[in-house]
């Protein structure tokens, strides 16, 4: 029998998995295509208006962005940040604020992504994240997730950390458990892939999240308001 050759990476549904599990190679294929899609829309930027151009970002950049981002985001911010330069890039162009100023930089972004209520890549990875989550509270998902996320309030009698923090009144208020909908933060046996891990980094982002926006029923205000909420703090 012939021995399995060792890769470095390998591609499995669109996805490109490393060795290493950096995400590193998925996120240049990333950036490749979407620096593409930046060539094709310089070209016809001039012919084009702006809703016409966000349109295209939709089209052609957006998808890239957001396919199986719950498996990949949670990459290293050193990875992410080369889509994010990209993505940079492509909101300057949008906007017509791709010329560099007398000190030879660019506008800030900020600005540019609320003004045209696009989301920066580090926000998509948590408002992609915090749907699966609310989909898993919901029982909208396959059995395998269902039980993957568990309210504190679930297990407040158990031996636990969080057994601990609500017998202190001073820093819980249990009642307040429920009404908010806090998810009980497991422990992570590593500090790297550990941590990284959607049953650990996705409670810890679904619990910053406004108590009003994630205590909502409606799967689509919670996301509106969590987009509003994201976009406004990029003023």
């Not at 993957?148 to 636990?160: D, E, P």
């Amino acid at each position: 029998k012939n021995a399995i050759s060792e890769r470095e990476s390998v591609k499995y549904l669109g996805i490109m998995i490393d060795s290493t599990l950096t995400w590193k190679t998925h996120i240049d294929k990333i950036s490749k295509k979407i620096s593409r899609a930046v060539g094709l829309l310089y070209k016809i930027r001039p012919y084009i208006n702006l809703k016409i151009m966000k349109t295209l970002y939709y089209s052609f950049v957006y998808p890239h962005l957001t396919y199986a981002i719950e498996v990949w985001g949670s990459a290293d911010i050193t990875h992410l940040n080369r889509i994010f330069i990209v993505q940079k890039r492509v909101i300057r162009m949008i906007t017509f604020s791709d010329i560099r100023r007398s000190d030879h930089s660019f506008p800030p972004s900020d600005p540019l992504f609320l003004r045209m209520e696009i989301v920066k890549i580090h926000d998509i990875f948590k408002i992609n994240i915090s749907k699966f989550i609310f989909k898993c509270l919901d029982k909208t998902v396959p059995t395998n997730f269902q039980y993957w996320f568990r309210l504190s309030s679930q297990i407040i009698n158990h031996n636990t950390r969080t057994n601990y923090i609500a017998s202190r009144q001073d820093f819980f208020d249990i009642p307040d458990l429920v009404t908010t909908r806090t998810l009980f933060v497991p422990y992570s046996r590593t500090t790297h892939y550990g941590l990284k891990q959607i049953k650990v980094l996705g409670p810890k982002i679904w619990n910053n999240i406004p108590p009003l926006i994630r205590n909502n029923n409606s799967i689509k205000n919670v996301l509106k308001k969590l987009k509003n909420s994201i976009i406004n703090s990029y003023i």
